[in-house]
């Protein structure tokens, strides 16, 4: 049975402390209806969680290792920077609070909105950042993307997201730059969007996809599988990487505030939509084909962080993720992008859903990589 047969065969519930639901289709609730994700909140996380405490001390104390690994090189570190809040505060906190020399690399997938790239251009020039673009070939993008819409499995983002990362990590691996600093953090990721809804970084599915619907061979195409970047790159090339925000007050709020009054940082409707390809993937392709509202886990986060309420999450999901004229607008841009007519792409998405257990994957060894995370005590959120 698949999972959307399991969310129609049960009974609706929606979490009575946070906004998770049934649309995970793995979520349990004990007998006050509170949900597994909030239960492993305040079990393995809130008691070592200090909202508003500055780990100050603990911060310079990772600048000053990553000033000494620097000293002599053009850069002591590097980031991925999007123009969204969350890497644009990172920024500010390497340069500003940290005293780092970073480089912020920006890999072009040929879907960022305008906001977004005035933003990175207020925040290089703000803080007078130096500044590498790796743009992906559009064409093998485009191959790629339209190969998973057709492979009619949720997880959508994934070339996009996957060419983000394997372009930081294997530039800084290239470049011999030690320290990547990552703008994720506990403030705002306390819940994870569960597997079925995004399924990411398994290479092995991707190849497989492509090899099925693809047309043309990935040549140049920015790749970085879960071995090579968690055994290879750090521990025989000695990559690591580095959360600053988990350092710091993390306020989203005050973080956007803070941005815009220095930097005339804008912010977006919805956590990343500064990307249009992401903003249709996560406000109509997912919710409207599978039934996955991904501003469920972000809202539920803030709920579990205290800023917001329960109640102030639950009118956000009343209205729609975002306008639904833009979103008629954006299908037909991503269509026309993608080198396919609307109603191609319309027919596309209406094909029977599939998941990734459809194709090759790595699902095995991800669950396992998870499971030692969870036994070290690394990771202490709840994925499944």
Same mark, same amino acid.
């Given at each position: 049975?698949?999972?959307?047969?399991?969310?129609?065969?049960?009974?609706?519930?929606?979490?009575?402390?946070?906004?998770?639901?049934?649309?995970?289709?793995?979520?349990?609730?004990?007998?006050?209806?509170?949900?597994?994700?909030?239960?492993?909140?305040?079990?393995?996380?809130?008691?070592?969680?200090?909202?508003?405490?500055?780990?100050?001390?603990?911060?310079?104390?990772?600048?000053?290792?990553?000033?000494?690994?620097?000293?002599?090189?053009?850069?002591?570190?590097?980031?991925?920077?999007?123009?969204?809040?969350?890497?644009?505060?990172?920024?500010?906190?390497?340069?500003?609070?940290?005293?780092?020399?970073?480089?912020?690399?920006?890999?072009?997938?040929?879907?960022?909105?305008?906001?977004?790239?005035?933003?990175?251009?207020?925040?290089?020039?703000?803080?007078?950042?130096?500044?590498?673009?790796?743009?992906?070939?559009?064409?093998?993008?485009?191959?790629?993307?339209?190969?998973?819409?057709?492979?009619?499995?949720?997880?959508?983002?994934?070339?996009?997201?996957?060419?983000?990362?394997?372009?930081?990590?294997?530039?800084?691996?290239?470049?011999?730059?030690?320290?990547?600093?990552?703008?994720?953090?506990?403030?705002?990721?306390?819940?994870?969007?569960?597997?079925?809804?995004?399924?990411?970084?398994?290479?092995?599915?991707?190849?497989?996809?492509?090899?099925?619907?693809?047309?043309?061979?990935?040549?140049?195409?920015?790749?970085?599988?879960?071995?090579?970047?968690?055994?290879?790159?750090?521990?025989?090339?000695?990559?690591?990487?580095?959360?600053?925000?988990?350092?710091?007050?993390?306020?989203?709020?005050?973080?956007?505030?803070?941005?815009?009054?220095?930097?005339?940082?804008?912010?977006?409707?919805?956590?990343? %939509?500064? $990307?249009?390809?992401?903003?249709?993937?996560? /406000?109509?392709?997912?919710? *409207?084909?599978? +039934?996955?509202?991904? &501003?469920?886990?972000?809202?539920?986060?803030?709920?579990?962080?205290?800023?917001?309420?329960?109640?102030?999450?639950?009118?956000?999901?009343?209205?729609?993720?975002?306008?639904?004229?833009?979103?008629?607008?954006?299908?037909?841009?991503?269509?026309?992008?993608?080198?396919?007519?609307?109603?191609?792409?319309?027919?596309?998405?209406?094909?029977?859903?599939?998941?990734?257990?459809? %194709?090759? $994957?790595?699902?095995?060894?991800?669950?396992? /990589?998870?499971?030692?995370? *969870?036994?070290? +005590?690394?990771?202490? &959120?709840?994925?499944?």
């Amino acid at each position: 049975m698949g999972d959307m047969e399991k969310i129609r065969r049960r009974n609706y519930q929606v979490c009575t402390n946070c906004v998770m639901d049934t649309t995970d289709s793995r979520i349990s609730f004990d007998e006050n209806g509170v949900c597994d994700h909030c239960r492993n909140f305040i079990r393995n996380i809130k008691p070592y969680w200090f909202p508003g405490r500055e780990r100050t001390g603990e911060l310079e104390a990772v600048a000053a290792r990553i000033r000494k690994a620097g000293e002599g090189r053009e850069y002591d570190c590097i980031l991925g920077l999007s123009g969204g809040a969350d890497s644009s505060y990172l920024a500010y906190v390497a340069k500003e609070v940290m005293h780092l020399r970073p480089l912020a690399l920006v890999v072009d997938t040929g879907w960022n909105l305008n906001v977004a790239v005035e933003n990175i251009e207020k925040i290089v020039k703000g803080l007078d950042l130096d500044m590498y673009t790796e743009v992906v070939n559009w064409k093998e993008m485009r191959d790629l993307q339209l190969a998973f819409f057709k492979a009619q499995i949720s997880s959508q983002d994934f070339p996009q997201d996957h060419a983000i990362f394997a372009g930081l990590y294997n530039y800084a691996v290239k470049h011999h730059i030690k320290y990547v600093l990552t703008g994720s953090n506990s403030a705002t990721e306390f819940i994870r969007p569960p597997v079925e809804w995004l399924y990411m970084n398994d290479l092995r599915m991707a190849r497989d996809i492509h090899r099925k619907y693809g047309t043309i061979p990935l040549k140049t195409f920015p790749t970085c599988g879960m071995l090579k970047y968690r055994i290879v790159y750090k521990y025989l090339k000695g990559m690591e990487r580095v959360y600053p925000l988990d350092y710091v007050t993390y306020d989203k709020a005050a973080a956007e505030k803070l941005l815009h009054e220095k930097y005339g940082w804008m912010r977006y409707e919805n956590k990343h %939509y500064e $990307n249009v390809f992401t903003r249709f993937f996560e /406000g109509c392709y997912l919710p *409207r084909k599978f +039934g996955f509202d991904t &501003r469920k886990n972000v809202l539920s986060s803030q709920i579990l962080a205290g800023t917001m309420t329960r109640e102030e999450a639950l009118e956000q999901l009343e209205n729609p993720p975002y306008d639904p004229d833009q979103m008629e607008q954006d299908k037909e841009y991503i269509a026309k992008k993608l080198g396919i007519s609307t109603e191609e792409f319309e027919e596309i998405i209406k094909g029977d859903n599939r998941t990734p257990m459809d %194709y090759r $994957n790595s699902y095995w060894m991800i669950n396992l /990589g998870v499971r030692v995370c *969870r036994l070290l +005590g690394i990771e202490n &959120r709840n994925i499944r």
